[in-house]
C-alpha cells in the first residue's frame, strides 16, 4: 500500500532534549515536506526536499533541522525543543511531474 | 511573500443549503490545491487546479480558478452532513514552497 508514514505518533518530552521524528514513504516520491499545523494558522511549511541532499526552508524552518540522504526517508530533528514547537506535525511528498501530494498521518509533539 | 486567505473561517450551514468558500491569494501562482480534514486526522487531497478557468467537480463540491482575479472557490451544493470537516485551501509560491490558508471550518446541521 503507497502511504507515508510517521513516527512516533504522539510524544510529550521536556525543553532541550534533542528529538527526531521519521518520515518514510514508499512511492519513489522525489518531493518531500514537512508542516507544522497550528489552530488558526493553517499548516506552515518547516522545510523541503526536492531529491536526495537537496532541501530547502520553507516559512517556519528556526528551531529545525531536516535531512535526506536516501529518498524514502526525511527525518526532522529538533536539536533543543521549546514549548513553542508544540504543535501537529505533518510530513508529505509528492512526485516530479505529478502534483498530488500524500500527507502522513501527523505526529503530535508536546514540550514541556 | 505569498498571502493566502480564505474566508469564511467558520461556516455553520443547514443541510441540502449551498454555499461558497473563497481563497485569494496575492502573487501569480501555477497552481492551487484544495484539501480536507477531518477531526483528529490527516489532510485528504480534494482537488488540483492548474490553469486560469480550471473547474473541478467531486460529488457536492466543485472547485475553481481564476488567476487573474487570484481566487479560487470551493462551492458546495445541497450540504449534507458527511461534508462537516476543516477545508484547506493551499497555493503554489514556487517549486515545492506551499503556503496554506488558516482553514474553513464547515458544520453542517441536519
Known amino acids: 500500500e503507497a502511504q507515508v508514514t510517521q513516527n512516533p505518533r504522539y510524544l510529550i518530552t521536556v525543553t532541550g532534549k534533542k528529538l527526531t521524528v521519521t518520515c518514510s514513504q514508499n512511492?519513489?516520491?522525489?518531493?518531500m515536506s514537512w508542516y507544522r499545523q497550528d489552530p488558526g494558522l493553517g499548516l506552515r511549511q518547516i522545510y523541503y526536499?526536492?531529491?536526495?541532499?537537496?532541501?530547502d526552508k520553507g516559512d517556519v524552518p528556526e528551531g529545525y533541522k531536516v535531512s535526506r540522504k536516501e529518498k524514502r526517508n526525511f527525518p526532522l530533528i529538533l536539536e533543543s525543543p521549546s514549548p513553542n514547537q508544540t504543535s501537529l506535525y505533518f510530513c508529505?511528498?509528492?512526485?516530479?511531474?505529478?502534483?498530488?501530494?500524500?500527507f502522513g498521518p501527523g505526529t503530535r509533539l508536546t514540550v514541556t | 511573500e505569498l498571502k493566502v486567505e480564505q474566508n469564511p473561517l467558520f461556516l455553520s450551514m443547514q443541510e441540502g443549503k449551498n454555499y461558497t468558500i473563497y481563497c485569494n491569494y496575492s502573487?501569480?501562482?501555477?497552481?492551487l490545491y484544495w484539501y480536507r480534514q477531518d477531526p483528529g486526522k490527516s489532510l485528504e487531497s480534494l482537488f488540483v487546479?492548474?490553469?486560469?478557468?480550471a473547474v473541478k467537480q467531486e460529488g457536492r463540491l466543485m472547485a475553481s480558478l481564476d488567476t487573474k482575479a487570484r481566487l479560487s472557490t470551493l462551492h458546495i451544493t445541497a450540504a449534507v452532513h458527511d461534508l462537516s470537516a476543516t477545508y484547506f485551501c493551499?497555493?503554489?509560491?514556487?517549486?515545492?514552497?506551499?503556503?496554506f490558508g488558516a482553514g474553513t471550518i464547515l458544520r453542517v446541521k441536519s
Open positions: 526536499s526536492m531529491n536526495v541532499e537537496v532541501t
Open positions: 512511492m519513489n516520491h522525489e518531493y
Open positions: 508529505a511528498s509528492r512526485a516530479t511531474g505529478v502534483y498530488e501530494q500524500y
Open positions: 502573487t501569480t501562482s501555477d497552481r
Open positions: 487546479l492548474l490553469s486560469n478557468g
Open positions: 493551499a497555493v503554489v509560491e514556487y517549486g515545492n514552497k506551499l503556503v
